[in-house]
RNA sequence: UCCUCCUUAGCUCAGUUGGUUAGAGCACCUGACUGUUAAUCAGGGGGUCCUAGGUUCAAGUCCUAGAGGGGGAGCCA
């Protein structure tokens, strides 16, 4: 007989199902014959009883377990620590105690994995965040990271569901590709050359022609390009998907490989692509206060703390679940870019040369600080910015009359800044030959693009969401690298 | 990549002007306790003071270089 199996009355029914904490706590009245599985967040044990908190990562709450103490079960609980996992058949009780309102009493226990106390670095306390990152394959059981990770899934959820019911398409668009035709950074190369011993051609070039592909390869920066394929048929479609970018970016908003929503739109210009954008971040904004209130209450507490080691005016001048209403009852501000210059050269901070790059002329490029100001001091809410200078904007956005600016739009919000970055795209044939010339792109690389203008080209528009920043958004943390579960940066690939 | 701060026990941190054997809380181990909620109380074990070099009679503390991490910036989503 299996060691760590104990029995205390030996009650188990054969093929018992196992039972979700989320579901006991939810539903389950007094009396009721219940097994579970997961994995111990504490132990308190004295003379005659023990208690065992159990989380299966059903839900933020936890469990208690109720053991009376035989000198067997004793054993076998100097077994159990932090981070053990049990298999526990009992009764629901009502709950003598204080903080919850039904409890298992245990009747049968079996360790299903020790944990050994010596080398288990989860405690029962506050961990920082940093330390967390570097145990990234145990951070999943804590309480932060249990409720950003259901928070992730359920916003994945909404985003398919969002698109879907709105007749959009989901298209998989490669993850290796060819063209670089954003320029959207730097590209991580795809290769199954001998990196000790590379082919040469006779200039002394690496001959490309010997590798996978037959030419240089890339992990893809945007599935962009492709989904316009795809929209000028389909109509609508969206992608959601990994993206690389191998940018020396060290900041708390970037990542090496993070996950991206692009939806492309045909027959919509730059108006109905912003007023999609708004509907769809509220729409997931109001299902994670929908569906995830539990978790969301949690980090919303858990925000409040962090803000009270801050000094005054550093603190945030609206709690998590209070920003995330506020979202969903305020319509985005949209103004010009040609307005925000004249909106920030007329700002005290400017005037009185507390920005970092004071703004003094049209035609530069919005820092960080300036679109801070903008969302945070002077609209107090999430701005949409549009007709950019089409210098500082990528070549397929579609020019604008006045021959100097396009229709971009990037959606500002609070803490995070960018968080969308759309345009309605160029389909006039000539006038995107034009600005890829002057932007030194070849027509021969892109000829695949190209020809969707020459054949039954139409307005469209589409736009680019970072599902992290996103997240940050949602839950409220600070640091990109807390809100997807194996972060890609500069320097660091464990896990 | 730039600026800036940090690195001391498993974790969070203290460590005075450079001066004897480097401390605390939590965690762990032992004991006490009939209901705990990050239990409490008493005792115990636990250290490459990030690494390398230097200054000094003496370095956790000062200097130089490097590594890792945080915050800010640039680039962007």
């Not at 944990?115 to 965040?129: D, G, R």
């Not at 290769?191 to 200039?203: M, R």
């Not at 009185?352 to 049209?362: E, G």
């Not at 600080?369 to 969302?375: A, C, F, G």
């Amino acid at each position: 007989m299996d060691k760590s199996f104990l029995s205390l009355q030996g009650k188990t029914k054969i093929g018992m199902k196992r039972t979700k904490i989320a579901d006991i706590l939810q539903h389950s009245k007094v009396n009721e014959e219940i097994l579970v599985m997961g994995w111990v967040r504490t132990k308190r044990i004295s003379k005659n009883v023990c208690f065992i908190t159990l989380n299966d990562g059903s839900c933020l709450a936890n469990l208690q377990i109720v053991i009376d103490i035989t000198p067997e079960i004793d054993e076998l609980l100097s077994h159990v620590h932090s981070g053990a996992a049990l298999k526990i058949f009992g009764v629901t009780v009502e709950s003598p105690g204080q903080g919850q309102a039904v409890e298992l009493h245990a009747k049968e226990i079996t360790l299903l994995g020790e944990a050994n106390p010596e080398e288990y670095p989860l405690q029962p306390k506050k961990h920082s965040l940093e330390f967390l990152r570097e145990i990234a394959h145990l951070r999943f059981r804590t309480n932060t990271f249990g409720a950003i990770f259901r928070i992730r899934h359920a916003m994945t959820y909404a985003i398919h569901k969002f698109f879907n019911d709105k007749g959009f398409y989901n298209i998989h668009t490669p993850i290796i590709t060819a063209s670089d035709c954003e320029g959207a950074g730097e590209m991580f190369r795809v290769t199954t050359l001998d990196l000790y011993n590379l082919p040469k051609t006779e200039d002394g070039k690496i001959d490309f022609t010997q590798d996978f592909f037959g030419r240089e390869t890339n992990l893809t920066v945007s599935g962009q390009l492709e989904a316009e394929l795809a929209a000028l048929a389909l109509s609508q479609v969206y992608t959601f998907g990994p993206t690389f970018r191998a940018e020396n970016s060290n900041t708390a908003r970037h990542l090496a490989e993070f996950w991206m929503i692009e939806p492309e739109m045909a027959f919509y210009d730059i108006n109905d692509d912003m007023d999609l954008a708004e509907e769809m971040l509220k729409y997931l904004v109001k299902y994670a206060l929908d569906n995830c209130r539990e978790d969301l209450e949690f980090l919303h507490k858990r925000r409040e703390e962090e803000q009270k080691q801050k000094p005054q005016n550093e603190r945030d001048e609206m709690g998590l679940i209070q920003r995330l209403e506020f979202v969903i009852n305020n319509n985005f501000e949209r103004i010009t870019y040609t307005q925000a210059i004249e909106i920030l050269m007329n700002s005290k901070p400017n005037k009185n040369k507390q920005f970092v790059y004071s703004v003094d002329k049209w035609g530069t490029d919005l820092q960080s600080e300036h679109e801070r100001y903008l969302v945070e001091k002077h609209f107090k809410k999430p701005v949409i910015i549009t007709d950019y200078p089409k210098e500082i904007k990528a070549f397929y956005m579609k020019l604008n009359d006045d021959g100097k600016t396009v229709r971009a739009m990037d959606v500002l919000f609070p803490q995070i800044g960018e968080i969308i970055g759309g345009s309605q795209r160029e389909e006039n044939y000539d006038k995107l030959i034009g600005r890829m010339k002057e932007v030194g792109i070849h027509e021969k690389d892109m000829w695949w693009y190209l020809e969707t203008r020459k054949f039954g080209s139409v307005p469209h528009s589409g736009f680019g969401l970072g599902f992290e920043r996103l997240m940050l958004f949602i839950t409220g943390m600070s640091n990109i690298r807390d809100v997807i579960p194996f972060p890609r940066t500069p320097k660091n690939a464990e896990f």
